[in-house]
Every structure is written in C-alpha cells, then in structure tokens.
C-alpha cells in the first residue's frame, strides 16, 4: 500500500512538473525535453560505444544536427530520402543533390539551404560561403543549433516562467507559467548555438502558429494547412543576417520586415491565381507558395490560424519566408520557387524530381505559362 501511495504522489508531481496540458508531453514540449533524448551520459547504448568522436557534449550524435537529425531525419521529417518532407521548412535532403539547370550552371547541394554540419547523415559545411551573407556567424558552424534552442529558453538564456505549453501552436498557458518560442526557435540574447562566433540574438522568435501533427510522418503543407505567421519573422532572421533586411529599398534590396507593407500589393495577391488569371478573391487566396505576415504582434492571439485561405490586406507584411524556406528548398538560395527559368515548369529541378514543388506538377497547380511567382504581388505575366 505504501508503494502505491508513494507511486500516485510521483505521478502526481510528475504531471504537475510537466504542467498538465497534452502538449506539454511531447518530446520538447515548448521547453527542455527530457536529457537522454539528446544525450548520452556514459556514452554507452547496452555497452556499445554511441559516439566515438569525444564531442564534449556527449550528445547521441557526432555534432549537434546529427544528434537532431537522429530523430527529425524521419519521424518528423526534416530530411528525407528524395525530397518528400512536404514540411513549411524544407527538406536538408536538397543539400545532398546536385543538379545541372537548363540555363547551364552547376548548382551544388549546399547553394540551397542552410548547409548544416551533420557529419552522421553526410551533410558538411557550405564550400562557398565561409559566413552567412549579411552577417558574421561562420559555416563551420552552421547547425540546427544556430537558430533552434535546444533547451527552451524565452530570452536571455533564462526563462522568466516555467514552461507549460509549446509556442508553436497557439495554446494559453497556465497561470504563472509562459508559452515557449515558436519552433524552440532562440530568443533574445541566444547565443547561437555554444558562443560561437560572438552571437547574441538582439530580437525576439517571431510570432507565428503552425500546424499540429503526430509521431510519424509530419503532414504535408497545404493552402489549408500551413504556417500562419504574424510578425518578427525577418527581425529574427536580421539575428544572423541584419545586413541582407536592413535599409530596404534604400539599399536596393527588397524589403522585408514588419514595416514592409503589402499596401497596395494586397490586391494583387488576392486577384492573382496563375499567369493570365486573375479571378482571385480575399477569402481563398493564401498561396502556401507565398506566405506573408498578417501583422499579427500578439503571439497568444487566437486570430493565427493555420487553415485560413484568406489572402493579405493592406497591412499584411513582406517577410523573408515569403521567398524563401527556412531550411532547405530544392532551388538555389533556399527560394520558394525557381528564379532562373522563365517557365517554372522548364527548371530542371521540377523536371528531375516531382518533390519540388511539394509533390504538386507545376502545371496542374497553376497552367503550363506560369511564370515566376513574383508575380502574385508583382503582375507583369
């Protein structure tokens, strides 16, 4: 009776700790999982050395990305065999292709994305840039860790609350608790991974809500199923790559923040639905393809929803991840779409691998002209 008794009382102190809520038992959880998810403490599975290479971390992987992509490689797909992971980021699998465009250029693997370093799963730093454009954080360092905080925290290293509930996908925390960062991503004052470099995030994880799914395969990103992002996202990416989002237009880039606008370009967005149609309506729009910020600056507000079609309105805002994915993409630069070709259609990226455009044929999803999809705020097609 007495080992009942004190089996309930740990029961209970355990879901107590971990804060009650279902979201609150996945893995991270908004917060720091449980240490030998990541970890290894002697080194040893059923005697059997884990790693070999003395990383001081004594993670279950060689590096960081390796001990992420121990998991994310499949059960959540981060990294798939052929392109398949139809995940809001990307795939790291276009990291390993290489491809030869109809316009002639070799493109490597590592112009596509975010070059990660993950030694176990053969992905080795980019070969062309030695430091992100616009910044100061260097490719050999380049890991999940750079942008995900692994442990959790809101800002400054520390969390001013516990944890109850994940920030990705729009839950209210308990009282005296908090909502952790969209996607665990680094708060302010994150270091980059392990100080390296002298990075220390000055801007907050941005606001946004995703898509919830389930151990195994994560659903495809859909127009009714996607990222709903509210603000900060370029202000975040500005951590690593200030120099690429600051000045705008003035510096003959395009702008991208939670100042930037759609203004007027709203309407085109919502009239565009392939090159030569424009029969669009606000209330179906959204184009997974090209995603924007509704300016939404409230990360608990309940008006980011992941299965809105509705399109943009004058105040919704141009981001980073409108172009781009955050991780990898099977075109140059981690781009949406390709930019080289004059029919989307024509890349050789499409030709070679229907996974590019997230399993979709270019031409059923739009029509055989489509051009660059610029042009949904942009009409020149």
Request: with cysteine; charged share 15%.
């Amino acid at each position: 009776m007495k080992a009942v008794k004190l089996g309930l009382i740990f029961t209970i102190a355990a879901l107590i700790t971990l804060g009650l809520g279902s979201a609150a038992f996945a893995f991270h959880g908004g917060g720091v999982a449980h240490c030998d998810g990541c970890h290894t403490i002697h080194n040893s599975d059923g005697g059997d050395v884990v790693n070999d290479s003395a990383n001081s971390q004594l993670l279950v992987g060689a590096d960081p990305s390796s001990a992420c992509l121990t998991c994310h490689d499949s059960i959540y797909m981060s990294m798939s065999a052929d392109g398949s992971a139809f995940t809001p980021g990307g795939d790291f699998y276009w990291l390993s292709v290489e491809n030869k465009p109809a316009h002639g250029s070799t493109v490597y693997g590592n112009a596509r994305g975010h070059s990660i370093v993950a030694s176990d799963f053969s992905l080795d730093q980019d070969t062309d840039l030695t430091i992100a454009p616009g910044g100061v954080y260097t490719a050999a360092n380049m890991g999940c860790n750079s942008c995900h905080d692994p442990h959790g925290k809101i800002a400054n290293n520390t969390n001013p609350d516990p944890i109850s509930v994940s920030g990705s996908y729009g839950g209210i925390p308990a009282v005296g608790s908090t909502a952790g960062n969209f996607r665990l991503l680094g708060g302010v004052g994150y270091d980059g991974g392990e100080g390296v470099d002298g990075i220390s995030f000055d801007e907050p994880a941005p606001v946004a809500r995703a898509y919830p799914g389930s151990r195994g395969q994560w659903p495809a990103e859909t127009d009714g199923n996607h990222v709903d992002y509210g603000s900060g996202m370029s202000e975040w990416c500005g951590n690593c790559h200030g120099n690429l989002i600051s000045g705008g237009s003035i510096s003959h880039r395009h702008p991208a923040s939670d100042d930037s606008h759609l203004n007027g370009f709203s309407t085109a967005y919502n009239q565009y639905v392939a090159t030569g149609e424009l029969t669009g309506t606000s209330a179906t729009s959204f184009d997974r393809l090209v995603p924007f910020e509704r300016g939404i600056t409230d990360r608990l507000d309940l008006a980011l929803d992941y299965t809105s079609t509705a399109g943009p309105n004058s105040n919704s805002n141009v981001m980073c991840l409108t172009c781009h994915r955050a991780h990898a993409s099977a075109f140059p630069k981690a781009l949406r779409w390709e930019m080289a070709e004059e029919l989307l259609a024509d890349s050789a990226f499409v030709v070679d691998n229907p996974n590019a455009y997230y399993g979709e044929a270019i031409n059923t999803r739009y029509n055989e002209f489509q051009r660059s999809l610029c042009n949904k705020c942009h009409v020149q097609d």
